[in-house]
């Protein structure tokens, strides 16, 4: 079924993401994390799709999985990176094929190792509006969800303009929005109203990453861009002192549940967990409060 159908049908949601394991026989013990994860009663969850090589058909196999295993609504994501229309035709059709009805829709970025150029690179789809455009034309029956930025994308000259990016998206015809990890819910919201103002009615669903260990800190910070609240930070320095990892753990769960709360207390539709693949904080973050 299409998210935006069921988003209005179910609120408030979680949802998840996933990676593909990069090896096979990492596969079973991911399944069993998934269907761990179904206590949870996911509205969907999505799939992430790798920069390059393998991980590209993984992503369509691991969406089967799920579908099979999980009995999940699934949503692959689909990057513009080195693609022609051949080549996202060819995803589309596949993802058509498994019954799936939804997919992200991307630009993506630059894979390590890459020495093109940024034309070569993204020659055919030089934005994620030009694939959501080039799927809305192409393939009109798939719901289409883009990337949204709270904090503003690294690369926009101004986050005027990156949310004039977002309006066009909507445009060319994305029908929502999953943000972005970020740690201070007002940004969220704050970005919700500025998006509104300029006519962006789709939903617009906030991701949230509970923090493990100070490992996944430093991968936010380098990573994402994300902004941590000193606060977080300190607390976060302070439990590590006094408890080590496992009071590390517990300041990651206890803030990401303040985290969605107050999202869903405020009127955020849903949240959308980035699970890393793992089941035992998604679920202790979300307990009970749906
Ligand atoms: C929820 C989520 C899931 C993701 N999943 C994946 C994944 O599975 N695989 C993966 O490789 N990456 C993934 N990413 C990362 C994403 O590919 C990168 O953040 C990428 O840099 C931006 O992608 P985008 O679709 O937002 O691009 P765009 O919307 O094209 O924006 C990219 C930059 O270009 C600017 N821009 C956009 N259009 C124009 C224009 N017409 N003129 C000038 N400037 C413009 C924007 O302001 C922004 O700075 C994900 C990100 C999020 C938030």
């Not at 101004?158 to 066009?168: I, N, Q, Y």
Request: charged share 20%.
């Amino acid at each position: 079924m299409q998210i935006p159908h069921l988003i209005r049908a179910h609120q408030p949601f979680v949802s998840l993401e996933f990676f593909p394991p990069k090896k096979k026989e990492e596969w079973p013990g991911f399944l069993e994390v998934a269907r761990e994860l179904g206590q949870l009663k996911p509205l969907f969850a999505s799939v992430t799709y790798g920069a390059g090589g393998s991980t590209q058909s993984n992503t369509l196999e691991i969406c089967e999985q799920l579908i099979q295993t999980c009995g999940f609504e699934v949503m692959p994501h689909l990057t513009g990176v080195t693609a022609d229309r051949e080549k996202i035709d060819g995803f589309l059709l596949a993802i058509k094929a498994l019954g799936i009805e939804n997919v992200l829709a991307l630009r993506g970025d630059r894979p390590s190792g890459f020495t093109g150029t940024d034309e070569e690179l993204f020659a055919a789809f030089p934005h994620a509006e030009h694939l959501v455009g080039y799927i809305r034309t192409h393939h009109p029956q798939l719901a289409i969800g883009v990337a949204g930025f709270p904090e503003g994308h690294a690369e926009a000259s101004s986050f005027g303009d990156d949310l004039e990016v977002m309006r066009r998206k909507v445009e060319c015809g994305a029908d929502f929005v999953i943000t972005q990890l970020y740690f201070d819910n007002r940004t969220y919201f704050d970005y919700v109203e500025r998006l509104r103002a300029r006519g962006v009615n789709v939903p617009i669903v906030p991701g949230i990453l509970p923090i493990r260990n100070l490992g996944s800190l430093r991968f936010i910070l380098e990573m994402c861009n994300a902004r941590i609240p000193g606060r977080l930070i300190n607390s976060l320095m302070k439990a590590h002192e006094d408890g080590g990892a496992k009071a590390v753990y517990e300041i990651g769960v206890a803030y990401a549940r303040r985290q969605v709360q107050e999202l869903l207390d405020g009127g955020a539709p849903g949240v959308h967990l980035y699970t890393l693949n793992k089941a035992d904080m998604c679920l202790q973050v979300m307990d009970g409060l749906l």
